[in-house]
């Protein structure tokens, strides 16, 4: 008399005569290419690396620089999937252009003064950016956070001369934690991705702006499947909690 095979088994023996396991429903591949701000390189990487834990047949790709720059490659044809950008006029330039398709505003942030370990100056507040002697960088006015600050300079009534105006956040948080300026205006998140060569001097409310970042799935996009997926994911609990631990503020 036969014994009858234990269930389990049964499904392993039909699974390896349909040619073994099979992927998820759902499930996407390949690669996805993500254009992002600059200001987002640290949370998009842990991102990116959660990504492909979940989905192990997806590689992503990162390309950051300042949301302008960006913009200008995607219409000169440079290949990508997904465009993050740090404001809303870069990626309504895109939508003008019929290079992106619908756009969603996944995260907030705002502006912070970025000094040196132990704020050696005395910095204080927007207007003590204006002293005679001060080295201060700023991001270009082509740029959101260049854009932004200018803002915040007019809000608080300050007229600031910079000594360079730099191509993105990172470019300026950089200069300060090498000593090469005393401070400079970025977000909260490039200050706290800074690390202990720099620190920051809070903005108050009056004087800040707030910066929205929309995300949108590119039209000449080679894996529009992966590519949703991945913004899916930068939407879902999960990505804004990765988000939120580098100072991201929720939509």
Known sequence: MKRPIPLLV???????????????????????????????????KDLGGQFETDHSSVKVDLSFGGSSSLVAQVKQGAPGDVFASADQPNMQALQDASLVGTAQVFARNRLEIVVGAGNPKGIA??????????????????????????????????TVKPAS??????????????????????????V????????????PDAQNVVARYPIALLTESKNGSAAKAF????LSPQGQGILQRYGFLSP
């Open 165 to 190: 105006q730099e191509t993105d956040v990172k470019a300026v948080v950089s200069k300060v934690s090498l000593g090469e300026a005393d401070a400079g205006v970025v977000y909260v998140t490039d």
């Open 231 to 234: 913004i899916e994911f930068v």
């Open 192 to 203: 706290k991705a800074g690390g202990s060569k720099v620190q920051g001097v809070d903005i």
């Open 10 to 44: 049964a499904v392993a023996l039909t699974a390896t005569a349909c040619g073994g396991t099979t992927q998820p429903a759902g499930a996407v591949s390949g690669s996805v290419t993500v254009l992002a701000a600059a200001s987002l390189s640290s949370a998009f």
């Open 125 to 158: 507040s927007l207007g003590d950016l204006a002293r005679p002697g001060l080295i201060v960088v700023l991001c270009a006015p082509s740029v959101p956070c260049g854009r932004y600050t200018l803002q915040a300079f007019t809000k608080a009534g300050q």
